[in-house]
Nanobody, 119 residues
Framework: QVQVAESGGGLVQAGGSRRLSCVTSRNTFGRDAMAWYRQAPDQAPTDQNELVALITITDHTVYADSVKGRFTISRDNAEKTVYLQMNSLNPEDTAVYYC?????????WGQGTQVTVSS
């Protein structure tokens, strides 16, 4: 079973920054587009989670309009890790953040990492 572990969340003041990491055991990682998604803290992850950012196998990136210019996604194929650098955080960014393939294709979700932004 594929293991996914997100980390780096926490409580941060508005205007602050966090860097999220996602380590996966997926054998196809180097051939998968990967993405960060987010979901309200009181809801379980689903395939309808909000897409925050994605990165292709050629490092092409796409961002949701709400985070464009503030968040940066990157990947390290050797470490099977995806990162999300989040700057200029605001309370609307409060959520549980998950990583998964893009598209999701029914792949399992990790536990996510919660980010709470205080005003």
């Amino acid at each position: 079973q594929v293991q996914v572990a997100e980390s780096g969340g926490g409580l941060v003041q508005a205007g602050g920054s966090r860097r999220l990491s996602c380590v996966t055991s997926r054998n196809t990682f180097g051939r998968d587009a990967m993405a960060w998604y987010r979901q309200a803290p009181d809801q379980a992850p689903t395939d309808q989670n909000e897409l925050v950012a994605l990165i292709t196998i050629t490092d092409h990136t796409v961002y949701a309009d709400s985070v464009k210019g503030r968040f940066t996604i990157s990947r390290d194929n050797a470490e099977k890790t995806v990162y999300l650098q989040m700057n200029s955080l605001n309370p609307e960014d409060t959520a549980v953040y998950y990583c998964n393939t893009y598209p999701i294709l029914g792949h399992s979700w990790g536990q996510g990492t919660q980010v709470t932004v205080s005003s």
